[in-house]
């Protein structure tokens, strides 16, 4: 298939009846799973990192960094986010 074609596909696929119904989703999940869905969110090649991903609109990828977010807020999180992520940003060379 082309691109265009796999494109299509995937539209298709995640335009089905009920795909853009909320849902409740209660679960228990460690910290440090947050933690690490919430980097993963922010990964600069996330939109590239699969065929699927490619074909998707950069909104959902908005969208996925505020629901982290959420997650980090609701698990008192968000600080010590913030120091993790300085902890493994690069250091600047002199």
């Avoid at 265009?4 to 679960?27: H, K, N, Q, W």
């Avoid at 074909?55 to 913030?82: C, P, Q, V």
């Amino acid at each position: 298939m082309n691109a265009e074609e796999v494109s299509r596909v995937y539209d298709t696929l995640l335009s089905a009846p009920g795909m853009e119904d909320e849902v409740r989703v209660d679960i228990r999940i460690p910290r440090k799973h947050l933690l690490l869905l919430n980097h993963i969110l922010g990964l600069p090649g996330l939109t590239t990192a699969s065929e699927l991903l490619k074909h998707i609109d950069a909104t959902f990828f908005e969208n996925m960094k505020e629901l982290g977010e959420r997650f980090l807020d609701k698990a008192s999180l968000t600080a010590f986010n913030a120091k993790f992520i300085s902890v493994n940003s690069p250091v600047p060379k002199s």
